[in-house]
């Protein structure tokens, strides 16, 4: 009998670390050894992952060991860690799939999202896939069945993006979580300018200002355009991710990614335009139908996706679908997902099963 494939998870104490083990523990058991690791601070004590105790091993130059027999590897970390360990994983036999942005714009780094390119993932000259940033997944499975239907000629999306999506989620979650401690019961906080940034103090964690009782319309670093006044990094991920999921280089996208005080799940407005005309009863039984899609859509009754109804469930869910109100090509919609879910952990264990599932004869 073909031996089951040896799983690392690396960065098992993070945000989407908790979440991949929880996801670990409920998926069908394709997986032979469990191995957890996280950096030197967090070794030592004890993960639960499919109902058993696993010890966190290291990682780091004097564990290296720690990677060896692994066949594939969840690289759950920061961008940097990314950067230097995936390769070396990948050089000791391990396919990994990697969270981070540290090789999404790698030409021979496939960036795959199962329900609209899984084919991508068969071909990884360098033994690493990478899976697309936390926004990027929230739209890309309604957006991908819609092109396939109608051919997206052009994209403007506006992304309400929760604190446990700013990179580092748990510090993210954490500084959000001190904030709200802050300024509740804060009387009439919030009625005057800067009173709440007082209330909050100097310390807002990873986020350029208070969040608690706020939007902040900045995430992610300065892009590649420069410094203040242009595109961050996280709206230049979500044109280049879309871009090269759709395998359309050129499909014009505008984007803006705001931060909300939203524990997790990442909101999305989309304005869609194609190269045909649309009409929502056809978009509804698209997204009725599509794979990792759940429609939500009789606004008169209530019911539309919110980021407090979908946190901790797998799919995009959509609704507010609507004819643009001046242009016929064009549709108007509203996405919500788990960041941690579909926007990251469950994205990077689709790709990791499905490449256990082409294991299957060749071990
Ligand atoms: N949060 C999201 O919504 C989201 C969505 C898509 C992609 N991602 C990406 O997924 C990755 C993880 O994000 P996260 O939100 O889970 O971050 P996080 O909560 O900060 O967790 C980071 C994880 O990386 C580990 N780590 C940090 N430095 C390390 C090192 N030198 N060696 C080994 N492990 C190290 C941490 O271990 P310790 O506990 O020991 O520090 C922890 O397990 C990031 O690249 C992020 O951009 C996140």
Same mark, same amino acid.
């Given at each position: 009998?073909?031996?089951?494939?040896?799983?690392?998870?690396?960065?098992?104490?993070?945000?989407?670390?908790?979440?991949?083990?929880?996801?670990?523990? +409920?998926?069908?058991?394709?997986?032979?050894?469990?191995?957890?690791?996280?950096?030197?601070?967090?070794?030592?004590?004890?993960?639960?992952?499919?109902?058993?105790?696993?010890?966190?091993?290291?990682?780091? !130059?004097?564990?290296?060991? +720690?990677?060896?027999?692994?066949?594939?590897?969840?690289?759950?970390?920061?961008?940097?860690?990314?950067?230097?360990?995936?390769?070396? /994983?990948?050089?000791?036999?391990?396919?990994?799939?990697?969270?981070?942005?540290?090789?999404?714009?790698?030409?021979?780094?496939?960036?795959?999202?199962?329900?609209?390119?899984?084919?991508?993932?068969?071909?990884?000259p360098r033994g690493i896939?990478?899976?697309?940033?936390?926004?990027?997944?929230?739209?890309?499975?309604?957006?991908?069945?819609?092109? /396939?239907?109608?051919?997206?000629? !052009?994209?403007?999306?506006?992304?309400?993006?929760?604190?446990?999506?700013?990179?580092?989620?748990?510090? $993210?979650?954490?500084?959000?979580?001190?904030?709200?401690?802050?300024?509740?019961?804060?009387?009439?906080?919030?009625?005057?300018?800067?009173?709440?940034?007082?209330?909050?103090? !100097?310390?807002?964690?990873?986020?350029?200002?208070?969040?608690?009782?706020?939007?902040?319309?900045?995430?992610?670093?300065?892009?590649?355009?420069?410094?203040?006044?242009?595109?961050?990094?996280?709206?230049?991920?979500?044109?280049? *991710?879309?871009?090269?999921?759709?395998?359309?280089?050129?499909?014009?996208?505008?984007?803006?990614?705001?931060r909300v005080p939203v524990?997790?799940?990442?909101?999305?407005?989309?304005?869609?335009?194609? *190269?045909?005309?649309?009409?929502? $009863?056809?978009?509804?039984?698209?997204?009725?139908?599509?794979?990792?899609?759940?429609?939500?859509?009789?606004?008169?009754?209530?019911?539309?996706?919110?980021?407090?109804?979908?946190? $901790?469930?797998?799919?995009?869910?959509?609704?507010?679908?609507?004819?643009?109100?001046?242009?016929?090509?064009?549709?108007?919609?509203?996405?919500?997902?788990?960041?941690?879910?579909? $926007?990251?952990?469950?994205?990077?264990?689709?790709?990791?099963?499905?490449?256990?599932?082409?294991?299957?004869?060749?071990?």
């Open positions: 009998m073909t031996p089951k494939p040896t799983l690392a998870v690396v960065g098992a104490t993070g945000a989407v670390g908790s979440v991949m083990l929880q996801m670990l523990t +409920h998926h069908a058991d394709v997986w032979g050894e469990i191995r957890l690791l996280a950096s030197p601070r967090s070794a030592g004590p004890k993960a639960s992952v499919r109902g058993e105790e696993c010890e966190i091993l290291a990682l780091g !130059e004097e564990y290296e060991h +720690h990677l060896d027999g692994v066949d594939v590897a969840l690289f759950l970390v920061p961008e940097a860690v990314a950067a230097r360990w995936a390769p070396v /994983a990948a050089a000791k036999g391990a396919v990994v799939v990697d969270a981070s942005g540290a090789f999404r714009h790698d030409a021979d780094v496939p960036l795959v999202v199962p329900e609209v390119n899984a084919h991508a993932a068969l071909v990884r896939v990478a899976s697309p940033g936390c926004t990027t997944l929230a739209l890309i499975a309604a957006v991908g069945a819609l092109h /396939a239907e109608f051919g997206v000629a !052009e994209l403007v999306v506006t992304a309400q993006q929760a604190a446990s999506g700013a990179g580092a989620g748990q510090a $993210g979650v954490d500084a959000l979580r001190a904030q709200l401690g802050l300024v509740a019961g804060g009387g009439d906080l919030g009625t005057h300018p800067g009173d709440v940034r007082r209330a909050v103090g !100097e310390n807002t964690g990873p986020f350029p200002g208070p969040l608690a009782l706020n939007v902040l319309p900045w995430s992610g670093t300065a892009g590649e355009d420069g410094a203040a006044g242009v595109h961050s990094s996280e709206e230049e991920r979500v044109r280049d *991710e879309t871009r090269r999921i759709l395998g359309n280089p050129g499909l014009r996208i505008a984007a803006t990614c705001v524990v997790t799940g990442h909101s999305v407005s989309v304005h869609a335009r194609f *190269e045909h005309p649309v009409t929502v $009863g056809r978009a509804h039984e698209v997204l009725a139908t599509s794979p990792g899609v759940v429609l939500v859509d009789d606004p008169a009754a209530g019911d539309f996706p919110t980021p407090a109804d979908v946190v $901790g469930t797998d799919p995009a869910w959509v609704g507010r679908v609507r004819r643009s109100m001046d242009d016929e090509r064009a549709l108007d919609f509203f996405v919500c997902a788990d960041n941690l879910r579909k $926007g990251a952990a469950l994205n990077a264990l689709q790709v990791a099963e499905q490449i256990a599932a082409s294991f299957v004869g060749d071990m």
